[in-house]
């Protein structure tokens, strides 16, 4: 009788329903399926991953070093082309003498 109109006055399931021995259980719906099978595919792909390594350690320290030096020169490369290329003051200031006859 209480349960009955628990559901029937309410909107909202009360906390008792989901607990004990006569508890209301959720649906399975599509979209916890769907969830579920893609959390259980990513397990699958980082126990094969885990499980066959493709290169040694060393391999994977010297992969990684060239990769960051790599890296660390293109970064390097595009700041150079932030900056332009210097010019003397002489080819800044060379206007000035232009109005100059002896």
Sequence with gaps: MFLTL????R????G??????HRRIK???LSRKINKSKRSA???QVDRFVSRPYLTGDEELNSSM???RKWNYDKMIEKRKQF???VSSHVHLNFLNTGQKF
């Design 6 to 9: 628990a559901l029937l006055s």
């Design 11 to 14: 909107r909202w399931t009360p």
């Design 16 to 21: 008792r329903q989901w607990i004990g021995k």
């Design 27 to 29: 649906k399975f719906a």
């Design 42 to 44: 990513i397990a699958r």
């Design 66 to 68: 060239v990769s960051n």
């Design 84 to 86: 332009k290329t210097l």
